[in-house]
Structure formats: structure tokens, C-alpha cells
């Protein structure tokens, strides 16, 4: 019997929501044997390792401008579960609609939205960190239980 080869977002989502599992249930037995504040801890040192990363990741990017981050950001390999419209795109101003994300519907499957919520909250660092002229403002998030997520990258 011949096994059908997985497509790159099922094995992406499959990855993504083993992540979710594991570090979900890492943070939340941190918290049960340390205290709320454990949260915070994991939240700070996955803020500090995604903008490390990240910086790593642009390095090889000689343009630094807006456009160029939005690019880099959907089209960074790990887009497949990722399902957005561009609402606006201007010289300095780029808002995107995602209607689809894989890392909320994974944490929010395991009950940890608040965990997950890192990875929202790392996006205007990273955005940052790339350029500080990039400012980056959103309103709702998948993670949150809203319809979408209304990323705002802008420079003034």
C-alpha cells in the first residue's frame, strides 16, 4: 500500500499544532508550580529568542524598507496555513486582513490562547527590529476569537 504524500501546510499545521501542545503544557505547569509570574517569564524570553531570530532571518535583506518587510513576512516559508488579504498598500502604509491563521487556530485548540499571543505580540518588535521606522498597530486577532486580525505596518 502507497502512503499519499503530505502537502506543505498539512505537515506545517501538524508542526505547528505539536508546538502549541508542547509549549502550551510547559508554560501552564511552570505557572502551576511557580505562579502567574512564570507567564511573564516565558513571554519575555520568547519575545527576546523570536527577535533574536528574526534578525538573524532579515540579515541577508540589503533593502530595508517597508515593503520589503511585508514581503519577507508573506513569503517567509512558514505562510502556507496563512490566509490574508491586502486591504491597502502605499509607499508608507501596508494593511493586511488575515482571515486564516494556524498558529491561533493551533493554540486556541489547546485551550492557551494567552500563550499563543506571543506570537502577536512579537510582531511589532520584529517589524522594529528590522527597520525602527516601521511602526505596526492591530486591534484584533484569530488569537483573541475576533473574525480576523487587521495588521496595520506604516512609517510616518
Same mark, same amino acid.
Given at each position: 500500500?502507497?502512503?499519499?504524500?503530505?502537502?506543505?501546510?498539512?505537515?506545517?499545521?501538524?508542526? @505547528? !499544532?505539536?508546538?502549541?501542545?508542547?509549549?502550551?503544557?510547559?508554560?501552564?505547569?511552570?505557572?502551576?508550580?511557580? !505562579?502567574?509570574?512564570?507567564?511573564?517569564?516565558?513571554?519575555?524570553? &520568547?519575545?527576546?529568542?523570536?527577535? !533574536?531570530?528574526?534578525?538573524?532571518?532579515?540579515?541577508?535583506?540589503?533593502?530595508?524598507?517597508?515593503?520589503?518587510?511585508?514581503?519577507?513576512?508573506?513569503?517567509?516559508?512558514?505562510?502556507?496555513?496563512?490566509?490574508?488579504?491586502?486591504?491597502?498598500?502605499?509607499?508608507?502604509? @501596508?494593511?493586511?486582513?488575515?482571515?486564516?491563521?494556524?498558529?491561533?487556530?493551533?493554540?486556541?485548540?489547546?485551550?492557551?490562547?494567552? @500563550?499563543?499571543? &506571543?506570537?502577536?505580540?512579537?510582531?511589532?518588535?520584529?517589524?522594529?527590529? &528590522?527597520?525602527?521606522? @516601521?511602526? &505596526?498597530?492591530?486591534?484584533?486577532?484569530?488569537?483573541?476569537?475576533?473574525?480576523?486580525?487587521?495588521?496595520?505596518?506604516?512609517?510616518?
Amino acid at each position: 500500500m502507497t502512503e499519499q504524500k503530505k502537502s506543505v501546510q498539512e505537515v506545517e499545521t501538524r508542526l @505547528i !499544532g505539536m508546538f502549541a501542545a508542547i509549549y502550551s503544557s510547559t508554560v501552564a505547569a511552570m505557572c502551576a508550580r511557580y !505562579g502567574p509570574e512564570a507567564l511573564d517569564v516565558a513571554r519575555q524570553a &520568547f519575545m527576546d529568542t523570536m527577535v !533574536g531570530l528574526s534578525k538573524e532571518t532579515l540579515a541577508h535583506l540589503k533593502e530595508r524598507d517597508l515593503h520589503t518587510y511585508v514581503g519577507w513576512l508573506t513569503t517567509d516559508g512558514t505562510e502556507e496555513g496563512h490566509r490574508y488579504e491586502t486591504v491597502e498598500s502605499t509607499e508608507k502604509s @501596508i494593511r493586511l486582513k488575515y482571515l486564516e491563521c494556524p498558529w491561533a487556530a493551533a493554540f486556541r485548540a489547546v485551550g492557551h490562547p494567552e @500563550i499563543g499571543k &506571543f506570537f502577536c505580540e512579537a510582531d511589532a518588535p520584529i517589524a522594529s527590529a &528590522f527597520n525602527s521606522e @516601521i511602526r &505596526f498597530e492591530r486591534t484584533m486577532t484569530l488569537m483573541d476569537g475576533d473574525e480576523y486580525c487587521n495588521h496595520h505596518f506604516f512609517t510616518e
